[in-house]
């Protein structure tokens, strides 16, 4: 089993930054791929980013590219993700998860194992 707990959210006004943190206990995290999602009130839940097991590769939604940025330290088992320009839009509670399997997309969250319960970034404008 392997604990996952965001932090760092809050409150930002548009065009700031904020840094997410999911710090994980159970299993050391480097067996697994890692990835952030977020969900909007009245939307399904969408895939942010995620980052390979030795943090070699990284792959973000279009929607992000260019702003976030998905980091790990898997000494101290924990994952990162550095928020930049952020805009209203991206208002939502973000979800850090983890999936073990090298097979699938790791953009579909019914590949993750493990989620955390998630932290609230909210924009305004």
């Known amino acids: 089993q392997v604990q996952l707990v965001e932090s760092g959210g809050g409150l930002v006004q548009a065009g700031g930054s904020l840094r997410l943190s999911c710090a994980a206990s159970g299993r050391t995290i480097s067996s697994y791929t890692m990835g952030w999602f977020r969900q909007a009130p009245g939307k399904e839940r969408e895939f942010v980013a995620h980052?390979?097991?030795?943090?070699?590769?990284?792959y973000y939604a279009d929607s992000v590219k260019g702003r976030f940025t998905i980091s790990r330290d898997n000494a101290k088992n924990t994952v990162y993700l550095q928020m930049n320009s952020l805009k209203p839009e991206d208002t939502a509670g973000y979800y850090c998860?983890?999936?073990?399997?090298?097979?699938?997309?790791?953009?579909?969250?019914?590949?993750?194992?493990?989620w955390g319960q998630g932290t609230q970034v909210t924009v305004s404008s």
């Open positions: 980052i390979s097991r030795s943090g070699g590769n990284t």
């Open positions: 998860a983890a999936r073990g399997s090298v097979f699938g997309d790791s953009r579909k969250e019914d590949t993750y194992d493990y």
